[in-house]
């Protein structure tokens, strides 16, 4: 298999199809599984060979079951060894308010899901104090994919998977970005300053203002320091209300 961006020319197989073909028949696929109508794949033509031709197309051109497919079948770097599954993001596709966390721990990685056990729990509670649900904004993380030990993303890693979260900003157009804890927010802002210097302050990633918080698994450990989460929470709030930009 190969994709060729320049040329917008994947071959799969022995067969050369262009971005455009590829795109038409992920939008045939989408359209039919509508419609309620199953979409047949012969057996002995596997459709992870073709998942992986789609891994291979720029992120940018996907839409969201593509790029859904496209991280689920992703190898661009050695994370994928190790994963149950990837974390794709969780919520709605249309939502005003975009939380962006780190990567998967343990957990997130059995379940797919990004902040569940006892930091999800928390969020879900900062959520609910600002008037939102888990199903009203929506939730991503920097990787898609676990690192070891839940030790830090590496900086080749992230670049991997940058183009994912870059397409999911662009699908969803929030409103307002919360950068969850120092990763996310470092990461995002381009910048190495920690989060107590990040937050408290309107940043921008590009047009969209971005508001730093801690990670409620910080807030586990560091309780005291949930009156800050709190204020940044009310920022943002006032932000999104037009009262500040
Ligand atoms: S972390 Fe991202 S770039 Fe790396 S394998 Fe997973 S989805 Fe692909």
């Known amino acids: ?14 067969e050369y199809l262009t971005t455009e073909m590829m795109q038409s028949e992920l939008e045939r696929r989408a359209y039919l599984r509508a419609m309620g109508i199953d979409v047949w794949i012969p057996r002995n033509q596997a459709d992870p060979v073709f998942e992986d031709a789609v891994a291979e197309c720029p992120a940018e051109a996907l839409g969201w079951e593509e790029l859904r497919a496209s991280v689920a079948g992703c190898t661009r770097c050695v994370l994928h060894q190790g994963r149950t599954q990837t974390v794709f993001g969780v919520g709605s596709p249309d939502a005003d308010w975009m939380l962006i966390g780190e990567a998967p721990g343990a957990e997130e990685d059995r379940r797919g899901e990004p902040f569940v056990g006892r930091a999800g729990k928390l969020l879900d509670e900062m959520l609910r104090a600002i008037g939102e649900a888990r199903d009203s904004v929506f939730i991503a993380n920097i990787l898609k994919c676990r690192p070891p030990n839940n030790r830090d993303p590496k900086p080749d890693e992230s670049a991997a998977c940058r183009s994912y979260l870059e397409r999911q900003i662009e699908l969803v157009r929030p409103k307002i970005i919360l950068a969850v804890g120092r990763i996310a927010a470092q990461q995002l802002l381009d910048s190495d300053a920690p989060v107590g210097r990040l937050r408290g302050k309107v940043h921008r990633l590009g047009e969209t203002p971005l508001i730093v918080t801690y990670h409620p698994a910080y807030l586990l450990r560091s309780p005291s320091q949930k009156r800050k989460s709190w204020d940044d929470l009310c920022l943002a709030r006032r932000v999104m209300s037009g009262m500040l930009s």
């Open 1 to 14: 298999m190969y994709c060729d961006h320049g040329r917008g020319k994947i071959a799969v197989g022995t």
